[in-house]
């Protein structure tokens, strides 16, 4: 990587990791989508009441991390189908599902059909 003058610091070194350089700021969700997401959040639990031990369950079961037991504060909703992939579905209440926050970063934008790919290259083919 060739060195170049730097604007946040003045030397001249390689850019890419200056920690003087400006950065841009981390864009806000705006109210309405805020607002948006706390109703859906909000039916989601309305609608999925844990069992009779106050707990639900990680649909996914991914990562050897998994508690598979959730409590209210451990519970994250994962978007079966990627926001990404499916922007229209961000707020549909059918396409939440509670999983842990251990398999919700594994699964990560993936559609469910990808896990076992995802899992098998992982693992080196386990």
Known sequence: MKNKY???????????MCFNKPRRAIKKESDKTK???????????ELNPPDGR?????????????PIKLTRSTIRLEHVKSKVRYPE???EVTNLRGACDPCN????SRDLEEIPEYMAQTNGGK
């Open 89 to 91: 579905l961000k707020f």
């Open 105 to 108: 970063k594994m699964k990560g």
């Open 54 to 66: 106050g707990v639900w369950y990680c649909y996914l079961r991914i990562s050897p991390q998994c």
């Open 35 to 45: 607002d948006k997401r706390t109703e859906v959040s909000r039916l989601w639990f």
């Open 6 to 16: 730097c604007d946040g610091c003045g030397v001249t070194h390689s850019t890419l």
